[in-house]
């Protein structure tokens, strides 16, 4: 190993040893941000674990493996967004971002495509999930609409399409870092993509959603879009 090789490795275990994230729980803007996230996904989480109880009577959700290991994973790219966030990893955590939405399309729509699941044409796993019956009535339909078109603009992140989709990193110790332009960019889409997610699960499985515990329901409902509360309770 050369010199500069062995000297440069040396500062990058110095500077795994004393990384932290101290600066952050003092960051009085960056933390309302970081507060936001950690709602939607602890509400999706919720939603996720009450679904995967032995409780539930008739349970659909535990019905299929497909649907239930891809919606966990979509809920695990949101966590590794997340992470990613609050470390200032933000174009790494819009990806995750991307991630999230193709697994969990074919998540929701593989109980009625169970050939979706082996598609790589993204194009045509939104076309085939939109014909699903879950999709064919409104909100859902502008709801799985509304996915989609965030999917699309997260896209030019991979094809770094502008200058605004660029994060220009030249070393390690620029993490951690905020930047609070950058954080609330994805808190936007994160916090809309996980009301659509809880919304859609919660109508897919209704029967099984009004029979989780009652502190956790609560906490679900507040995180739907307010206008979809009533869909969700069927109290229309």
């Given at each position: ?180 332009a950058s954080a609330r960019k994805v808190s ?6 996980t009301q659509s997610y809880i919304f859609i ?36």
């Amino acid at each position: 190993m050369s010199r500069e090789l062995s000297a440069d490795l040396e500062q990058l275990v110095s500077f795994i040893k004393n990384y932290n994230l101290e600066s952050l729980a003092e960051d009085k803007a960056i933390l309302p941000i970081i507060s936001k996230i950690h709602k939607k996904y602890f509400s999706l989480l919720a939603l996720l674990v009450e679904l995967n109880s032995e409780d539930i009577k008739n349970n659909g959700f535990n019905n299929n493996d497909d649907c239930k290991n891809y919606l966990f994973e979509s809920l695990s790219d949101l966590g590794n967004s997340f992470f990613l966030t609050f470390n200032g990893g933000y174009k790494a955590s819009r990806l995750m971002l991307r991630s999230s939405i193709e697994t969990f399309v074919k998540g929701i729509s593989v109980e009625q495509l169970p050939n979706i699941t082996s598609e790589k044409r993204v194009f045509k796993i939104f076309e085939e999930a939109s014909k699903i019956s879950l999709f064919s009535n409104e909100p859902l339909k502008s709801c799985f609409d509304d996915i989609k078109k965030q999917y699309s603009d997260l896209c030019e992140d991979t094809h770094t399409a502008r200058k605004s989709n660029m994060q220009h990193i030249s070393a390690l110790n620029y993490f951690p870092t905020q930047d609070i332009a950058s954080a609330r960019k994805v808190s936007d889409i994160f916090v809309s993509l996980t009301q659509s997610y809880i919304f859609i699960i919660s109508m897919k499985f209704n029967q099984e959603f009004h029979q989780i515990h009652h502190a956790n329901k609560s906490n679900i409902i507040k995180s739907i879009k307010r206008s979809n509360r009533p869909v969700v309770l069927n109290v229309l």
